[in-house]
């Protein structure tokens, strides 16, 4: 069975960091970009980072500079390192799958393009 499980959220002060884990179970994340995005109340999802197959990486211009993404494959585990966060970083974060030829270099932040999506975690930044 095909499985993402995000972890990692919580209350945070502004300025203060967290990393998210987003672990895949059922599939191997070789084959597979990895985009992270995030909803916040009211708002339409967006994308935050991603990255490719080959370990390339893009980032939203909002979150560019203090946000990193990583990948372990061994672990078949992808991070969002968040520094620096902001109140209006607060959103509900989902990491999301598309599946890609082992060491492509394609990523993108257009969900509808997304294979398969985690449950989210909550991230609340605020004093």
């Known amino acids: 069975q095909l499985q993402l499980v995000e972890s990692g959220g919580g209350l945070v002060q502004p300025g203060g960091s967290l990393r998210l884990s987003c672990a895949a179970s059922g599939f191997t994340l070789d084959y597979s970009a990895i985009g992270w995005f995030r909803q916040a109340p009211g708002k339409e999802r967006e994308g935050v980072s991603c990255?490719?197959?080959?370990?390339?990486?893009s980032y939203a211009d909002s979150v560019k500079g203090r946000f990193t993404t990583s990948r372990d494959n061994a672990k078949n585990t992808v991070y969002l390192q968040m520094n620096s966060l902001k109140p209006e970083d607060t959103a509900v974060y989902y990491c999301?799958?598309?599946?890609?030829?082992?060491?492509?270099?394609?990523?993108?932040?257009?969900?509808?393009?997304?294979?398969?999506w985690g449950q989210g975690t909550q991230v609340t930044v605020s004093s």
């Open positions: 999301a799958v598309l599946r890609v030829p082992r060491g492509s270099y394609y990523c993108t932040f257009r969900a509808a393009r997304y294979d398969y």
């Open positions: 990255i490719s197959s080959d370990g390339g990486t």
